[in-house]
């Protein structure tokens, strides 16, 4: 089957139903795959036959089997479409194997909801609406989160950055500003996660001890401000490496120790706020480094991304001087007031072996 051209109107979403999924009745499977939209809308799509399982028009109480090819015809429910932009996109780094891009704050990654064409992935398409293979992410950005997003150009690229994810060999390294000053300056954080059983964000994660899936992070404190006007148990500035990669595993971590990212509308304390004069309307975690084998040259690679604006003027404004490009960030100590890395003229640097 053709991959889908993300730059075009969508008319219809296909599913195959997994394993793991059924038996399961055609409304809720629905519900489940399309989660911006209620059970009871799905029940009338397929009243009026816009839904068809097996080529056949679907029945709202038909159970579903493994394997089965469900489509929904969403042609008269479409949003207005509107021409992606390929040229928008800020472009790290990019070569005949991968395509490494400067994600956004606030730029879903991928069609959903009300987002069907102003995604990053339908940028993309519009880009590389030639190609024969368009590139594939390979891994995931929260809509708020910012920075390194690596995708692949090739199929073989792909298994092969898909293989080092899997097998843990990837480096990724977050930069966050969370409330409070960390009892200690670098340690682990291991703690399962699963789905929040009481929240109505279907993808909320919880601590979950028993049922959660093992969750770990290491963290580094960079830098504190233990008075900040309007934060009454000051603020710091934090490196976070995932060793896991669960959804929103950092938010979740960072929350659980009692220092949540600043704006963390799911998480934290506040939705936006303003931070020395700094104006904070998403939340301050930010996809600083990528490292990994270049699938092509079987080199070790490192890919950065500047912070955002918002992100940087924060940083400068509340943590101090910033200290020269060359420097890691993790090698420096943490003091107060003190910044350790200018993370707003980072580009590639290839490393060796």
């Known amino acids: 089957m053709a991959e889908k051209n993300l730059a075009e109107p969508i008319h219809a979403f296909s599913f195959v139903v997994a394993d793991k999924e059924a038996p399961v009745r055609l409304d809720v499977f629905l519900a489940r795959m399309l989660a911006w939209r209620s059970r009871s809308f799905f029940q009338k799509m397929i009243d009026t036959g ?13 159970h579903l089997n493994a394997g089965d090819r469900v489509v929904v015809d969403v042609v008269e ?23 490494v891009l400067n994600k956004q704050p606030g730029v879903v990654v991928h069609p959903i909801g009300r987002h ?31 920075g390194v997003l690596v995708l692949a150009k090739t199929e073989r690229a792909r298994t092969e950055l898909a293989r080092q994810i899997e097998g843990r060999h990837v480096e990724k390294t977050y930069l966050a500003v969370t409330h409070g000053v960390f009892s200690k300056r670098a340690g682990d954080i291991a ?5 929040h059983r009481y929240s109505h964000v279907r993808i909320k994660q919880d601590v979950a001890p028993h049922t959660g899936l093992h969750a770990h ?5 960079l830098a504190t401000a233990p008075h900040v006007p309007g934060f009454i148990d000051g603020l710091s500035f934090v490196e976070v490496r995932p060793v896991t990669g669960r959804t929103h595993q950092i938010r979740v971590h960072l929350a659980a120790l009692g220092h949540p990212i600043l704006a963390d509308k799911l998480y934290g304390r506040e939705s936006r706020c303003s931070v020395a004069g700094v104006e904070i309307g998403m939340h301050l975690l930010h996809a600083w480094r990528f490292g990994c084998v270049h699938p092509a040259t079987g080199e070790r690679v490192a890919f950065t991304a500047p912070c955002p604006p918002a992100f940087a003027a924060c940083v400068e404004r509340v943590f101090g001087s910033v200290p020269h490009e060359e420097e890691e960030p993790s090698a420096l100590s943490a003091r107060p007031h003190d910044v350790p890395h200018d993370k707003n003229d980072c580009r590639q640097r290839q490393r060796d072996g």
Do not use: C, W
């Open 50 to 62: 816009k839904v068809t399982v097996n080529h056949r028009q679907g029945r709202a109480g038909q």
């Open 191 to 195: 703690l399962p996660l699963g789905v």
């Open 217 to 221: 992070s290491r963290f580094q404190v």
């Open 77 to 99: 429910h479409q949003q207005p479409f509107i021409e992606p932009d390929g040229a928008a996109l800020d472009v790290l780094h990019e070569d005949e194997a991968v395509l």
């Open 116 to 146: 069907l064409y102003d995604t990053l992935m339908n940028a993309v398409h519009a880009r590389y609406r030639d190609a024969a293979y368009k590139p594939r992410i390979i891994h995931r950005l929260d809509r708020e989160t910012s």
